[in-house]
């Protein structure tokens, strides 16, 4: 079993960066993914990353904004959230998965606590 913690959500301002950590103990070599879920909405898919980090996913709604990336010594993998808008205003949860790739929720065996990124207009 992984268990994961995510740090480094926080406020900012529309246009602002924030950079998401996940570390994760256990056993970790798995898929790693981060979702978010906004008040009154269901989780969605946000980024993947591959065990070796050679392959990665974005949604649509973030890509060329956001970067996932890993570093597997210290069993860490980060979102790096650029250009940020009033609507990506969510909880961010990392997850884990024996699966090869991860795209939805059920894909996923371990999850965080989550972490609140909150986005000002």
């Known amino acids: 079993q992984v268990q994961l913690v995510e740090s480094g959500g926080g406020l900012v301002q529309a246009g602002g960066s924030l950079r998401l950590s996940c570390a994760a103990s256990g056993r970790t070599a798995y898929a790693m993914a981060w979702f978010r879920q906004a008040p009154g909405k269901e989780r969605e898919f946000v980024s993947f990353i591959s065990w070796a980090g050679r392959t990665t996913y974005y949604a649509d709604s973030v890509k060329g904004r956001f970067a996932i990336s890993r570093d597997n010594a210290e069993n860490t993998v980060y979102l790096q959230m650029n250009f940020l808008r009033p609507e990506d205003t969510a909880i961010y949860y990392c997850?884990?998965?024996?699966?090869?790739?991860?795209?939805?929720?059920?894909?996923?065996?371990?999850w965080g606590q989550g972490a609140q990124v909150t986005v000002s207009s």
């Open positions: 997850a884990s998965s024996r699966r090869p790739t991860i795209r939805t929720p059920s894909d996923c065996t371990s």
